[in-house]
């Protein structure tokens, strides 16, 4: 958990606190003002004591839960014949941050295993050690290297890589370039649903192809 979180979770705890003792007050017991005063200390200490424990809890329990969602999606995908996990890696490899991560959350959503960069160098290398079989690229990335020539060094490290380029940029020396790297697939940035259930499609479509490529 983020220090925001643990500061927020402080704050509460003092708040509610600080209610405790003027509950006391408003009680009317008959209690002395110094021994308020450590009632409310001593429960102070105890609840901060606790909040760690607390915290390390939460973050066992999600430990947990990630497990057995992995576990769940390993048994939906080999139910729906999907044994190799292998052939659900996706690389997305954009400088747009915003874009990565939307593109990854819905990806995993849909029970792929990404990974994301926003590095054509590290994309490439990847790509040299074959563990990525599909990728999704931008049109930008930390280097300021053109899309197409990151398209072409890549078909030159892996000939079965499926490439999904994600480019605005649909002029015609652009497409006439990247078709002659065959790519697997060209998209307009998606800005709705239905443009990610576009890419969702192509993706699925790549993986049909790469059974043959892989075996």
Do not use: W
């Not at 005063?37 to 909040?51: D, G, K, P, R």
């Not at 939460?58 to 990630?66: E, F, Q, R």
């Not at 590290?122 to 990151?150: C, H, M, R, T, W």
């Amino acid at each position: 958990m983020n220090k925001k979180m643990s500061f927020r979770l402080i704050t509460l705890s003092m708040a509610l606190m600080m209610t405790a003792s003027f509950m006391l007050c408003d009680l009317g017991l008959q209690i002395a003002p110094l021994s308020k005063f450590f009632s409310v200390f001593f429960v102070a200490i105890i609840v901060l004591q606790s909040i760690p424990a607390g915290l390390s809890l939460t973050n066992k329990v999600k430990g947990v839960l990630a497990e057995r969602r992995l576990a769940s999606i390993g048994e939906i995908l080999t139910r729906n014949g999907v044994t190799d996990m292998k052939m659900r890696k996706i690389l997305i490899a954009d400088r747009d941050k915003a874009a990565r991560k939307q593109l990854a959350a819905f990806f995993e959503n849909s029970h792929y295993e990404v990974e994301t960069t926003a590095s054509a160098a590290y994309a490439i290398a990847k790509i040299v050690q074959k563990n990525e079989p599909i990728v999704i690229l931008g049109d930008s990335f930390e280097e300021k290297i053109a899309s197409v020539d990151v398209i072409a060094l890549m078909r030159k490290c892996n000939k079965n890589l499926r490439i999904i380029l994600v480019s605005d940029d649909s002029s015609l020396e652009t497409l006439k370039r990247i078709r002659e790297d065959g790519i697997f697939y060209h998209a307009l940035k998606p800005h709705s649903q239905e443009d990610n259930e576009e890419l969702r499609s192509a993706v699925e479509c790549a993986i049909d192809t790469l059974h043959p490529a892989m075996s």
